[in-house]
Structure formats: C-alpha cells, structure tokens
C-alpha cells in the first residue's frame, strides 16, 4: 500500500501538463507528452522502491504490483459518470480530470517495472555505499 501511495503522489507531482480552470470539477489538465509521462513513471516508482526498499526492507516485487494497481485506484477514485459527462460536453478529448488518469496501463506497468527495479538497486547500492563508505 505503501508503493501505491507514493508512486500516486510521484505521478501527481511529475506528471504535468497545461491545466485549466472548471467551475464544475476545480481543474482539468491535458494529457503530458510521452516524455513526461515516462519520466513520471520511472521516477515516481524509482522513488517507491527506494523508500519500500530502505525503510521496510522489502523487495521490489511490491512497487511492481502496486504499478498495476496504481490505475485501478486512480480510476476508481477520479472517474466518475458525471465528471466524464462534463469532460466530454465542455473540453476536448485530450483534458482529464488529473493527469494520472491520461496514462495508459500499459505505460504504468512497464515503465513502472523499470523503475521499481532501478529505485530498488539504488536503494540497496546506498545500503552498501552507508555501510562500507565504497
């Protein structure tokens, strides 16, 4: 649950693009560009390793479920039939309701493995780097 939730703010966070303001959802952004999005998986589910790896002692098999169940959560959470409703009728096809709707699984899961597996080694390389001073 940990990875969920950490890799959910990572993505917030670094996946951006032009937001505009809507009186009835608060805000709607535009889908990021593939770089970004890449970016924003890899980074957000390096730093969910990290930290499952560094202060849990967990292996990165965690961070990698939690990039299939990442989402699920978010769309659970975000998407509901009266915002799409809205979406549709007021703004073009490319805004959602947050920027972590507009990733495709796809994305989240194999950009996600990568980084999960990268944050995990960085994590255990800092291990060895604090405790041998190598």
Not at 9 to 20: H, K, M, Q
Not at 26 to 50: D, K, N, Y
Request: glycine share 8%; hydrophobic share 55%; charged share 10%.
């Amino acid at each position: 649950m940990a990875s969920v939730l950490i890799a959910q703010f990572g993505l917030t966070v670094f996946a951006r693009d032009v937001r505009l303001f809507d009186r009835q959802i608060g805000s709607v952004m535009a889908q990021p560009a593939t770089g970004q999005i890449v970016f924003a998986v890899l980074v957000s589910f390096g730093m969910a390793a990290f930290v499952v790896k560094k202060f849990l002692s967990a292996g990165y098999i965690w961070p990698i479920i939690a990039s299939g169940l990442v989402t699920g959560f978010v769309i659970m959470a975000n998407v509901k039939q009266d915002t799409l409703q809205h979406l549709v009728g007021h703004h073009p096809a490319a805004f959602f309701p947050n920027a972590v709707t507009s990733i495709l699984p796809v994305q989240m899961v194999a950009f996600g493995t990568l980084g999960s597996v990268a944050g995990y080694w960085m994590a255990v390389r800092y291990n060895f780097w604090r405790k041998h001073g190598v």
